[in-house]
């Protein structure tokens, strides 16, 4: 349909010339254009951020290894996990929430669209900002001035004292302006989900996206805002004399520990809860069957939310808090583990009786769900704070957070990415590619994170340059890296499924699933205006209710 | 280095807690494992039922139940378990047979003194055996001069941090003797990865042979002489004490009984001649980024110095 | 031909279509906003909280601090008077709107008169700057961030006053109006809390 609107369009009217396009992109205040920049801003830094890792994988396959200089190396892992968090992961999950919030609960752009656009360049100024750094002089090595202080920043290596030159300003402001975007995003989401759903869709009847989304909006609000106090006061200790983490004036270390993890945990939880999401969205689909327990699965998201902001010393158990802290935080961290397990026995109970389709998308839930599973099972094992006392720091919790982030989070955002990518271009991402894509990739993350939790049982701790062989950490580092080289090879065939699909993908028509809610209502791609009249509701599957008049799910809701 | 060869009772008792996580967190994965194996194979779209939507099935709040208590009782089992360990850890009283021993982490070195028995030494860190019939266990503060870093030893414990402006308490009741490894665990800057700890656990003869040995100050070598004067007018005492001599430094390690020390650079390199030289030429060489500048002594008087350092027993 | 993609509309249940009204997006927008700023005064309350008492040198707040009671009025008073702008103002009556609105800056101004005065005794008199000791950092950031967000209101408000004299705020803009005064509103809310750590708690 909409190749006839353009056939007919260009018979009236010039193309637009390239300026006139990038023009239209750069200026854009529409939530489908915006959450596109997002993700391909994204997908930019998952590439740079890729590199990085390479880098640290190459320089780690061999003990005493010289490929980087320690200082380099120094800067890799602060720049892979500083890039990953804040402008890979938070840009990438606000574009997914940006274009399909407002399609899914039948509203026609965000509450604030130039708000918007304004948050996407805040995080597109602190990316630049970031990056910057490499060609910035005055760094202590003259390797560039880049971060070299860990993407938590630990104060006092933050301070002038121990980090003269610009590095450490350059993570701060770089990542204070980006969370000044996140959170106006965040009102936007929130403003958007509660007061521009149309007619019918009560806060029971919204996609399980919607409520995710608006819960992890609301994170955002409280959760990011603290590291942005917290980094505030670091640019007032280094540029005015200020001692929140002079510790030489009496100040705290682990002021600067309490507050940055008071971000940090319900950070990662604003990860995962998006990703809850798509799968929310897409099992049910590729089961046939509705999600399993939806108030329960709303229920555990706002209970993960609340229970996730009292558990943030599980990341300081080595700090040396009393017993009583310690059993406090241990029990919490255990607690949060509660609800988060149910969402899995959900999907399960979703999947349970259904015909499942093994579709690009379903392999990577399926991956999900197996890979989470073990995620959250290690995190129960650190969340047992003696255990945690010889697990911290070292390479368990890399492979811990790894599995949440890659397996759990990555895995996610591919199946999205093939689930969605019809709906926003039209076209269909090759299934042959997609299943090349998924067991190439899995192959390669099981090489490298699983037998990444050994080394850490072996000693191994984390952010060294180098390390002495002999230890029994040396085959593994070796397997490890040679998986992450298999990682970027699938990584590749998955950007070149997207580029060439762009052009000969099979044409993917409305609703090429079989899907049930709103976005499959309209076009690939959807016109500007999203509806040409808004929708009315009765049920969380319109389009269910539509395909099956003669048994709807407003009947049973 | 493996948590799982524990050789002290803080150890041994993460150890057992560690078994118990490890066997629930393994009966839940098999058993979740094995539902969603299941569920695949058996609720697979097949020529036959594709085509026809299954029973659109809502939800169940009995089954929903049963999974939430499950996974609360599995908590509270857990968390008992794991607090008891926490106590008992934690809340252990320093009887007063104990070694008490500081530890000050440097960028990036380790100090080790025992002011109960005036040693002060650096890197490798000697504790005598406890046996259950003797007890003699080491408890440890921890301080920093500058940032944090992280003490790990993981047959002997858990690790504890070392935070400016902050005192952290750590035990270890060593039950063999032998060499323990460890490094810093903690981020702490350039040379982190550098920062290797060598714990040498004695006998209570050779712990108080060592002692007496730490306690005396620095032999005195006629023929070391040259070195000595290179040491002491070049920067060299203003970083390091060897005792009985004017250097009194305490930036850097102390070094009046070097030679008892098997690596330099705390474990970057073996203590050997060679090493010493090259380290003394060239810090940056063997660990780029330490805070030992090099001095820029001509080759005459780096043999002079490291004569002077070898007799520093 | 139809030139425009087909769009179902999916037929709710016949019901008696009830009004669907939902909370105006400013007004969520605005407390959303607001919950994220009280997040990071929180923040800075609890780093003024937990260094009470443990600056190692130089004067402590019992030393310098002298209570604003005036000036605490003044913003208190404020907030009176910019909600009965509003009121004003939704009943179109214009003129009394922009002099309770001219009151509002007025008092906002002279608190912000206040804050210059004191930090200038502290830094002239005491000695006491940012970089003096830990009560300085505190007191600087926390009440310097309170400072910061009264400005940014002033310049707000001063907006308004101007496109009012100039005709152009009428009761058709009195719902953005509002979203502005739950600002202002937050700003007074967040000197109460202040105001009681420092000079209450804090002495």
Redesign the interface.
């Known amino acids: 349909?909409?190749s006839?609107?353009l056939a007919?369009q260009s018979a009236r009217i010039d193309e637009p010339t390239w300026i006139e396009t990038l023009h239209g992109w750069v200026t854009t205040v529409d939530h489908k254009r915006i959450g596109l920049l997002y993700i391909l801003f994204a997908l930019l830094f998952l590439v740079i951020a890729g590199v990085e890792a390479l880098v640290i994988r190459i320089q780690l396959m061999y003990p005493h290894n010289d490929f980087v200089?320690?200082?380099v190396f120094?800067q890799m892992f602060t720049m892979h996990g500083t890039t990953m968090i804040f402008f890979v992961a938070m840009p990438i999950l606000f574009g997914f929430g940006n274009y399909l919030v407002p399609l899914m609960i039948g509203a026609r752009d965000m509450?604030?669209p130039r708000?918007n656009a304004f948050s996407f360049w805040l995080s597109a100024l602190g990316g630049f900002l970031l990056y910057f750094s490499f060609l910035g002089g005055g760094g202590l090595?003259g390797a560039g001035a880049a971060p070299?202080?860990?993407w938590w920043a630990?104060a006092?290596?933050t301070a002038r004292a121990?980090s003269p030159g610009s590095s450490s300003d350059y993570w701060t402001i770089a990542v204070l302006v980006s969370g000044f975007g996140s959170?106006g995003t965040?009102?936007?989401l929130?403003?958007?989900i509660?007061?521009?759903?149309c007619?019918?869709m009560t806060l029971t009847r919204m996609p399980l996206l919607a409520w995710l989304y608006l819960t992890m909006?609301?994170m955002v609000?409280?959760?990011?805002?603290?590291l942005?106090?917290?980094q505030?006061?670091l640019l007032?200790?280094r540029y005015?004399?200020?001692?929140?983490f002079d510790?030489?004036?009496?100040?705290?270390?682990?002021?600067w520990m309490h507050?940055f993890w008071?971000f940090g945990h319900p950070e990662v939880y604003i990860l995962i809860i998006p990703c809850f999401a798509f799968m929310s969205e897409i099992i049910p689909v590729f089961?046939?069957?509705?999600i399993?327990?939806?108030?329960?699965m709303v229920a555990a998201t706002v209970c993960i939310a609340f229970v996730s902001m009292s558990v943030w010393a599980h990341h300081m158990f080595?700090?040396?808090m009393?017993?009583y802290a310690?059993?406090f935080f241990?029990?919490t961290t255990?607690?949060v583990?509660?609800p988060t397990?149910?969402k899995?026995?959900?999907w399960?109970?979703t999947?349970?009786?259904?015909?499942?389709?093994?579709r690009t998308p379903m392999l990577f839930a399926?991956g999900f769900?197996?890979q989470f599973?073990?995620a959250g099972?290690?995190g129960?094992?650190m969340?047992?704070?003696?255990?945690?006392?010889?697990?911290?720091?070292?390479y368990f919790v890399v492979a811990h957070f790894h599995y949440v982030i890659v397996g759990g989070i990555l895995f996610a955002l591919f199946a999205a990415f093939y689930y969605w990518y019809p709906k926003v271009t039209g076209r269909m991402l090759s299934e042959r590619l997609g299943t090349l894509h998924f067991w190439l990739f899995l192959l390669g993350f099981h090489l490298t994170f699983d037998p990444m939790h050994f080394a850490g049982?072996?000693?191994m701790?984390?952010?060294?340059?180098?390390?002495?062989p002999g230890?029994?950490w040396d085959a593994i580092n070796l397997i490890v890296s040679v998986g992450a080289l298999i990682q970027a090879v699938a990584i590749v065939i998955f950007v070149a499924n997207l580029i060439v699909s762009y052009w000969k993908g099979a044409r993917a028509g409305k609703d090429p699933w079989d899907a049930w809610t709103?976005e499959w209502?309209?076009?690939s791609p959807p016109?500007a205006y999203n509806?040409?009249?808004i929708?009315?509701?009765?049920s969380r599957r319109?389009?269910w209710?539509?395909k099956?008049p003669e048994?709807?799910?407003?009947r049973?809701e | 280095?493996?948590?799982?060869a524990p050789a002290s009772t803080p150890?041994q008792?993460?150890f057992d807690?560690?078994m118990f996580?490890?066997s629930v967190?393994a009966v839940?994965?098999i058993v979740?494992?094995t539902?969603?194996v299941y569920?695949?194979v058996k609720?697979?779209?097949t020529p036959e039922?594709?085509g026809?939507?299954?029973?659109?099935?809502?939800?169940?709040t009995q089954?929903?139940l049963a999974?939430?208590i499950t996974?609360?009782l599995i908590?509270l089992v857990?968390?008992a378990?794991?607090?008891r360990?926490?106590?008992a850890?934690?809340?252990a009283p320093q009887p007063p047979t104990a070694v008490e021993v500081t530890v000050i982490g440097h960028?990036f070195w380790w100090e080790y003194r025992y002011p109960a028995l005036g040693v002060v030494t650096a890197n490798e860190l000697h504790i005598p055996v406890s046996e259950p019939s003797r007890p003699r266990p080491t408890f440890l503060q921890?301080l920093s001069a500058?940032?944090?870093h992280?003490f790990?030893i993981?047959e002997l414990?858990?690790?504890?941090?070392l935070?400016?402006?902050?005192i952290?308490?750590l035990w270890m009741d060593p039950h063999r003797r032998g060499i323990f490894?460890?490094?810093?665990?903690?981020?702490?800057?350039?040379?982190?990865?550098?920062m290797?700890q060598r714990v040498s656990v004695d006998t209570p003869e050779d712990f108080d042979a060592w002692v007496r040995a730490q306690q005396q100050a620095a032999a005195r070598d006629e023929s070391a002489v040259a070195g000595r004067r290179v040491f002491e007018t070049t920067a060299c005492i203003n970083c390091h004490t060897v005792r009985g001599t004017a250097a009194n430094g305490r930036f850097g390690p102390d070094l009046t009984h070097l030679m008892s020390r098997a690596t330099i650079a705390s474990?970057a390199a073996e203590n050997t001649p060679e090493n010493l030289r090259l380290w003394l030429k060239d810090p940056d060489g063997i660990k780029?980024?330490s805070l030992m500048p090099a001095m820029k002594l001509s080759e005459v008087e780096l043999d002079a110095l490291v004569r002077y350092m070898q007799s520093l027993r | 031909?139809?030139?425009?993609?087909?769009?179902?509309?999916?037929?709710?249940?016949v019901?008696a279509a009830p009004a669907?009204t939902?909370?105006?997006?400013g007004t969520?927008?605005m407390l959303?906003?607001i919950?994220?700023?009280s997040?990071?005064f929180?923040?800075?309350v609890v780093?003024y909280l937990?260094?009470l008492g443990?600056?190692?040198t130089g004067p402590t707040p019992r030393d310098v601090l002298e209570t604003p009671i005036f000036y605490t009025i003044c913003l208190i008073s404020s907030s009176v008077t910019i909600h009965l702008a509003g009121r004003r103002l939704a009943r179109d009556e214009r003129l009394t709107f922009l002099l309770l609105w001219l009151m509002t800056l007025v008092l906002g101004g002279l608190f912000m008169y206040g804050t210059a005065q004191e930090w200038h005794r502290l830094i002239y008199e005491h000695g006491l700057?940012?970089?003096t000791?830990?009560f300085g950092?505190?007191y600087y950031?926390l009440v310097g961030?309170h400072a910061f967000h009264v400005t940014v209101g002033l310049v707000m408000l001063a907006s308004v006053l101007v496109l009012g004299v100039a005709g152009r705020v009428g009761t058709a803009q009195s719902p953005r109006v509002e979203v502005l005064s739950l600002y202002w509103h937050f700003v007074d809310v967040v000197w109460v809390v202040v105001f009681t750590v420092v000079y209450i708690v804090g002495r």
Not at chain 1, 221 to 226: M, N, R, W
């Open positions: 349909m909409s006839e609107v007919m200089s320690p200082q120094n509450a604030f708000l090595y070299d202080v860990g630990y006092p290596l121990f959170i965040a009102v936007n929130v403003a958007t509660v007061c521009m759903r007619p019918g909006a609301g609000l409280i959760a990011v805002t603290p942005s106090a917290a505030i006061m007032i200790d005015l004399g200020g001692h929140f510790t030489q004036a009496g100040g705290s270390a682990t002021l507050f008071i089961s046939r069957k509705p399993f327990g939806y108030p329960v080595t700090i040396g009393n017993s310690n059993s241990a029990i255990m607690a583990g509660v397990g149910i899995i026995f959900n399960l109970g999947m349970w009786g259904g015909r499942i389709q093994f399926i769900l197996f599973l073990i099972l290690t129960v094992m969340a047992s704070a003696p255990f945690d006392w010889q697990l911290s720091l070292s049982l072996l000693g701790p984390r952010r060294i340059y180098t390390y002495e230890r029994g709103l209502s309209m076009s016109p509806f040409a009249s929708p009315t509701v009765a319109p389009l209710d539509l099956h048994d709807p799910d407003s049973y | 280095m493996s948590i799982f150890a008792s993460i807690l560690s996580v490890l967190t839940i994965f979740v494992a539902l969603l569920a695949i609720f697979r779209a039922n594709a026809r939507e299954p029973a659109q099935v809502y939800g169940s089954i929903e999974w939430t996974p609360v908590v857990l968390f378990a794991t607090a360990v926490i106590h850890i934690q809340d960028q921890l500058d940032t944090d992280s790990w993981p414990a858990g690790k504890t941090d935070i400016p402006n902050r952290n308490r490894l460890g490094q810093c665990a903690q981020y702490c800057g350039t040379q982190h990865a550098k290797l474990g780029p980024g | 031909m139809r030139a425009v993609a087909a769009d179902i509309e999916p037929v709710g249940a019901e669907w939902l909370p105006d997006r969520v927008g959303s906003f919950i994220a700023e997040a990071i929180t923040i800075f780093a937990f260094y443990k600056s190692l700057t940012i970089s000791n830990l950092t505190t950031s961030l």
